[in-house]
């Protein structure tokens, strides 16, 4: 009776670590910076665009030409993309 209860015991072992989570190993999720994703978006080719700062209000005295500029938009420089890239790691 004894050896009986023994192997029963074996084998809900057994099964028990056919269906263990932890023989996958789950490394963490990367977080992206809050900061670097309200203001870059990634475009196709790799490098990371974004909008000029001070277009949005007190316009009044701006020159028009300062202010077309102000529109246009920014793209990550060769230094930047690479740290673009580590705070943005799903972008």
Known sequence: MLSFALT??????STARLFSSAAVQ??????????AKKRWRA???GVFKRAHA?????????SPARKN????????????????KKLLPYA
């Open 8 to 13: 029963g015991i074996g084998r809900l072992a």
């Open 26 to 35: 789950q490394f963490p999720k990367l977080k992206s910076h809050s900061g």
């Open 43 to 45: 475009i196709a080719s």
């Open 54 to 62: 001070g277009h949005k209000h007190l316009n009044v005295h701006k």
């Open 69 to 84: 500029k102000l529109a246009q938009t920014a793209y990550s420089h060769g230094s930047q993309t690479p740290k673009l």
